[in-house]
């Protein structure tokens, strides 16, 4: 049984996708259009879609879902990914 992590991110597509390869290996050139990648060899899936950008006054915050399915969530391999994650795609100071 897979376990779901859902994350809503302020980060636009294009920003995304431009930090993935630092994250993951993908193929070359990767599918277009491309909303999930398997890692078979970690029992890792991360799946994206774009969410409407929310907007404050003239703020315009673009947000994306990222899902990432772990075969095995406790796994050294897997939180190791999540670390590494978080690391890539921090935004702020905090």
């Avoid at 294009?14 to 993951?24: I, N």
């Avoid at 070359?28 to 909303?35: D, I, L």
């Avoid at 409407?52 to 947000?63: F, N």
Wanted: net charge positive; proline share 10%.
């Amino acid at each position: 049984m897979k376990t779901a992590l859902v994350r809503v991110m302020a980060i636009g597509l294009d920003d995304f996708l431009r930090l993935l390869p630092h994250l993951v290996e993908l193929p070359a050139p990767p599918p277009t259009p491309c909303n999930s990648i398997a890692l078979p060899a970690q029992g890792i899936t991360l799946c994206w879609q774009v969410l409407p950008v929310v907007r404050s006054g003239a703020m315009r915050l673009p947000q994306l879902e990222v899902t990432l399915l772990f075969d095995d969530m406790q796994s050294a391999g897997s939180i190791a990914f999540l670390r590494r994650f978080d690391y890539i795609f921090q935004r702020g100071g905090g």
